[in-house]
């Protein structure tokens, strides 16, 4: 009977550790069919991502790095020039636009793909009906800026940052902004210029300026020609934040 109770407890023992190491995620196969833990794969793992540059620009290196940095979260990237018909990216999960194009150069027919597109050149901004048409009053660039005001902060794009004056830059420098329609969300603005949104979006289907319907969800970012590399950790954090959301990630 003694040596009953003992096999009987060992056994009661061995299952109550198992369910106490699963329970702290540290699964161990203490008996076949308890399973083995395993690493989640990257939610972006395979999405295609055009971004479209000034491929002889001088600023060519920055946008390898966006490149290079958006390779480093899983997504697989493809450097278009600026000359490129829309038709490239009619299988990408996202559309990405630096701002070293020249707006001139670059198609009208990007307005109606019905693909994620996210962009930080301002001068786009009214080609692709997400502001009106008058520089430096429907959108703009600030020559010397360092901080955002966040004014939506429960929403994905704001990377879970709370809703105050963050700190976007590790120097000052420039600063693109815009002034959205009604059916977009606005994320930040320039920190003392509520008019001027540093970060805002459009749902797909959302009505944006001109009366244009979102063909697809669409983000601007705050970002200049050379500023990528200048973004402090928050910048870091709401750049990511913004590229998961025009791509669907959250």
């Known amino acids: 009977m003694t040596r009953r109770i003992r096999s009987i407890s060992a056994l009661l023992f061995t299952r109550r550790a198992a369910v ?14 308890l399973g083995t833990a395993h690493a989640a794969e990257p939610a972006n793992q395979s999405r295609k991502v055009v971004l479209l540059v000034q ?12 490149k290079a940095h958006l390779e480093s979260r899983g997504f697989a990237v493809a450097l278009q020039d600026q000359a490129a018909a829309p038709a490239v990216a ?8 630096s701002s070293t194009v020249a707006a001139k150069d670059v198609s009208p027919a990007w307005r109606q793909l019905p693909v994620p597109l996210l962009t930080w050149e301002n001068d786009l901004l009214d080609d ?15 020559a010397k800026e360092r901080y955002v005001w966040l004014v939506n902060a429960p929403h994905p794009m ?22 959205p329609g ?13 008019d001027k949104a540093a970060i805002f979006g459009y749902e ?4 944006m300026d001109y009366e244009s319907l979102a063909p ?15 973004l402090s950790p928050a910048g870091r954090l709401l750049f990511d934040a913004a590229v998961d959301w025009a791509v669907g990630i959250r």
Not at 216 to 223: E, G, H, P, S, T
């Open 20 to 33: 106490l190491l699963a329970a702290s995620g540290l699964v161990a196969a203490l008996e076949p069919g």
């Open 55 to 66: 491929r002889d620009g001088p600023n060519l290196p920055v946008d390898e790095k966006v």
């Open 90 to 97: 009619s299988d990408a999960d996202l559309v990405v636009i």
């Open 128 to 142: 692709l009906a997400m502001t009106g048409k008058r520089h430096d009053t429907d959108f703009g660039e600030a």
């Open 158 to 179: 704001a990377a879970g940052l709370p809703a105050s004056v963050t700190n976007v830059y590790t120097k000052q420098a420039g600063m693109s902004w815009g002034k």
């Open 182 to 194: 009604l059916g977009a969300t606005t994320i930040a603005t320039l920190y003392g210029q509520p």
């Open 204 to 207: 797909k289907g959302a009505t």
């Open 216 to 230: 697809a969800r669409r983000v601007m970012f705050f970002l200049g020609n050379e500023t990528f590399t200048n």
